[in-house]
C-alpha cells in the first residue's frame, strides 16, 4: 500500500493507490460487483477464516473503494484506512470501534453539529456517554474530564463552523496520559494543510465530502489509522482488539494484524455487521477529487483570506472569524500546526444580529444557499437556522455559533467576483 510513500504530497495526490500492472487500465476502474469468483470452495473459506487476503462481497471490501482508501492512507501518512458511506459513518465506527454499553469518551464542544448529536444523542441510548469539554479549556480542566472507563477522546483539527484550530500538544498529552487514543476530524484542514499524525494524533476521520471531493458530488468518509497507538499496552481497556472475537473464529486483532488491527476490525466486524459500504462509483468520483486536492486547497485559502479581509474592513460588519487573519484567536495555533493555510470557510455577523444576516443572505447571487461546505463553488449557510437547528441558544454558543453567524464557504472562483457578490448583497441591508 505505501510503495509511493517517498513522494511529495502533490505527487501521492494524483499517483498513489491504483498500481496498474502491466496492461492493466491506467485510470482505477469501478468495479461494480458484489461478488467475487473463486475456483475452489476452500480457497473461498480461508477469505472467510482471514486465512487468505482477496475479495468476497462487497459490503466487506471492494478494490476501487480500497484504492481510494490506500490514497487517502498515503496522504495522512498512516498504516491502512477504509472508506464509508458518509462522514457521520466514519465518526461513528471510529469510536465504535473501541467503545461499547458502560463507557465513556470526552468530547470537544466545537465539533461539528452532526458528530455532537451522533455521540450525545444517538451514541448515548447505546449506553456511551460523553463528558464535553471546551477545546479552550487548560490541561488541568482537561484531564478532569477523564474516567476509568474512558475509551478515546474526539475532537476537530479546524471546528465546522466555529473554526478553532485544536491546540494538538494539548489534546495528545491528555489522551495519552489517560492511556486513549485521541480521534480528529481533518475534514476542513484536509491532510494539504494539516497532517495531525505528525502532532502524536492517532486516528483521522474524514467527511470526503467537503474538499476531498471538492464538486458536491458525493457523500462518502474515510477512516485513517496512525498504527502507532500500542491497544495491547492497554489491552484491559481495548479488549475488542486484545481479546479474541468469537464473531471471527476466536480471531484477536492485534496478534494477527499488528499495526493494521483497528482498521482490520472496523472492517471485518463492523462494516460486516452495520454495512455502511460507499458505492464503487462514488469512491471513483472521490478519486478524481484527491486528484487535484492539492491545487484547489490552496486557491480556497488564498481566495478566503481576501474575502475575510475585505469583510473585516466594511461597516457592516459586526465580526469576522478566520483563523488565517492575523489578530484571530486561533491565529498562532494556525500558523503552527497549518502553516500553509487553514481552510476556505469563514464565519461572520452582521450589525444588527440574525434577521440582518437572513437577509444579507438571500440577496446573494453568485454564493448559493445549500446545505453544503468546502466544494468548489462559493456556498453560504446560517447554522442557528440549519444544520444546528435542534440546538438551543445556550448548546449553540457552547458550540461556539453564534445566533448570527453566517458560515461563508469561499469557492475557487475570482476572489474579486466573490467579494463582488458580497459587496452587492450587504447594499440591500
Ligand atoms: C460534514 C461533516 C461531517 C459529516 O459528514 P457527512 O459526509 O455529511 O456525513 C463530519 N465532520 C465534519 C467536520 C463535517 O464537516
Known sequence: MNNNSEYSIETKCIQAGWQPKNGEPRVLPIYQSTTYKYETSDEMGKLFDLEAEGYFYTRLQNPTNDMVAAKICELEG??????????????????????????????????????????????????????????????????????????????????????????????????????VPLIVDNTFATPINCRPFEYGVDIVTHSTTKYMDGHAMCVGGAIVDSGNFDWTKHGDKFHGLTAPDDSYHGVTYTEKFGRKAYITKATVQLMRDLGSIPSPMNSFLLNIGLETLHLRVPRHCENALKVAAWLEQNDKVAWVNYPGLKGNKYYELAQKYMPNGTCGVISFGLKGGRDVSVDFMDHLKLAAIVTHVADARTCVLHPASHTHRQ???????????????????????????????????????
Open 391 to 429: 440546538m438551543n441558544d445556550e448548546q449553540l454558543i457552547e458550540a461556539g455559533v453564534q445566533p448570527d453567524l453566517i458560515r461563508f464557504s469561499v469557492g475557487i472562483e475570482n476572489a474579486d467576483d466573490i467579494i463582488a457578490d458580497i459587496e452587492q448583497a450587504l447594499a440591500h441591508i
Open 78 to 179: 498512516g498504516v491502512a484506512a477504509m472508506l464509508t458511506s458518509s462522514g457521520q459513518a466514519a465518526n461513528y465506527y471510529a469510536v465504535f470501534n473501541i467503545c461499547e454499553a458502560g463507557d465513556h469518551v470526552v468530547l470537544s464542544s466545537t465539533v461539528y453539529g452532526g458528530t455532537f448529536n451522533l455521540l450525545t444523542v444517538t451514541m448515548k441510548k447505546m449506553g456511551i456517554e460523553c463528558t464535553i469539554v471546551d477545546p479552550d479549556s487548560d490541561e488541568e480542566t482537561l484531564h478532569k474530564a477523564f474516567q476509568d472507563n474512558t475509551k478515546c477522546v474526539v475532537a476537530e483539527s479546524i471546528a465546522n463552523p466555529a473554526l478553532v484550530v485544536l491546540d494538538f500538544e494539548k489534546f495528545v498529552n491528555a489522551a495519552h496520559a489517560h492511556g
